[in-house]
């Protein structure tokens, strides 16, 4: 027991040599985080309930005091969606589905309208189908698909953003 925590100990200072950067690291002064950089983020309306809901997430996580009056970006996002019978029984009919969420992504300079960054994000979740064609139980199944689909995709998109920006500020001060 004592030679692991010596071990620990040991270990410690090395960590502390990697150069890992936490990406959500408070902004000293003069410093821009990448928080400050996704808060200048504007997102562009997205077609459909589901791209409307896709678009709430996404302005909730990166700009929670509310989308820029002048923003220096502008998110534009593309989703399709589709869905795949699975479990087919011998009446041909499905008894469970796959739900696949693909958004495409630019972050465009508002500056020069030039593309900074493209990207796409996907997400696979399944759901049951019930006996019934038209059952409330299959509606709320699909619905909470689409909803975990989706807050996988706006947390994907906001990581991408924020290294993106990351990395940019690292390119900047080198």
Not at 87 to 107: K, M, P, S, V
Not at 137 to 147: F, G, K, L, N
Request: proline share 5%; net charge negative.
């Amino acid at each position: 027991m004592a030679r692991a925590w010596l071990a620990c100990l040991i270990a410690l200072p090395l960590l502390a040599a990697c150069g890992f950067e936490p990406l959500h690291k408070p902004a000293a002064k003069g410093d821009p985080a990448p928080a400050q950089s996704l808060a200048q983020i504007q997102i562009r309306p997205v077609e459909g309930r589901i791209g409307q809901q896709l678009h709430n997430m996404l302005r909730d996580r990166l700009n929670p005091s509310g989308q820029p009056v002048s923003p220096e970006y502008y998110l534009v996002i593309g989703l399709r969606r589709t869905t795949t019978d699975l479990g087919i029984r011998e009446d041909e009919t499905a008894t469970r589905a796959n739900l696949r969420l693909t958004a495409t992504y630019n972050l465009v300079s508002a500056e020069d309208n030039e593309v900074l960054l493209n990207g796409s994000s996907f997400s696979v979740n399944s759901y049951n189908i019930l006996d019934l064609e038209v059952s409330y139980a299959t509606t709320v199944a699909e619905e909470d698909a689409i909803r975990r689909g989706l807050r996988e995709i706006s947390d994907n998109i906001q990581l991408r953003l924020s290294t993106y920006f990351a990395e940019a500020e690292r390119a900047e001060t080198s």
